[in-house]
């Protein structure tokens, strides 16, 4: 695609639902990074994948928090058991490498009732 | 352990005046420093960044140094123009091919006719 595509761009869920949030990086792109950016923050590490498996996880903050890229392609990061603090826009990011420039989607903003 | 400060904002200024948006870091080693700009309705978008110590990142009018002495990463830009209202991050990766960025918490800029 001409960018990466994060869907949906926003959700609503109740504490304690597991949501899914997807990534379609840039066709091509072997690096991929999860990011969190909660209200009057920047946007902190969660994840890298290189191709299908995950270099760098020591961003995710718990085992509630897992992602996936089963292809090689699309991600999706997963959050079971919501909660509150969970609320935040995620951001996905690729790149053609490690270390290379990488290009942001818009972010899923995710809100926890 | 790694962080970037960054000048709070919100930054207001007319257009033509001088921009200066203050940023200093702590890292272990030798990062590589990045300015993102977001623009509204936007994903993130890489600004400019620099490598090593000495060197000028630039782009689009927009200019900083990487100042080892003083661990800063200032940007600036000598006449803003509407079209840079937007939210300016600094951040850094642990050294050049680095995984993740560490991001300041952004400084909104609105730049008046």
């Known amino acids: 695609g001409a960018g990466v595509s994060q869907t949906p761009s926003n959700k609503v869920t109740e504490k304690g639902k597991y949501v899914e949030l997807r990534c379609d990086p840039i066709s091509g792109h072997t690096a991929l990074y999860w990011y969190r950016q909660s209200l009057g923050q920047g946007p902190e590490f969660l994840i890298y994948f290189q191709g299908t498996g995950a270099a760098d996880d020591s961003g995710l903050p718990n085992d509630r928090f897992f992602a996936v890229r089963p292809e090689g392609s699309v991600s999706t990061l997963k959050i079971q058991r919501t909660e509150r603090g969970d609320s935040a826009v995620y951001l996905c990011?690729?790149?053609?490498?490690?270390?290379?420039?990488?290009?942001f989607g818009q972010g899923t903003r995710l809100t926890v009732v | 352990g790694n962080s970037v400060t960054q000048m709070e904002g919100p930054v207001t200024l007319s257009e033509e005046a001088f921009l200066t948006i203050n940023c200093t870091y702590t890292?272990?080693?030798?990062?590589?420093l990045f300015w993102y700009v977001q623009y509204p309705g936007e994903g993130l978008q890489l600004l400019l960044k620099?490598?090593?110590?000495?060197d000028k990142g630039s782009n689009k009018g927009f200019e900083a140094t990487y100042r080892k002495e003083t661990t800063s990463f200032h940007l600036e830009k000598g006449s803003v123009q509407v079209s840079d209202s937007a939210v300016y991050f600094c951040a850094l990766s642990e050294a050049t091919g680095a995984n993740n960025l560490f991001f300041g918490t952004g400084t909104r800029l609105t730049v008046i006719p």
């Open positions: 890292a272990t080693g030798y990062p590589s």
């Open positions: 620099a490598t090593k110590a000495d």
């Open positions: 990011a690729s790149s053609s490498g490690q270390g290379r420039k990488a290009f």
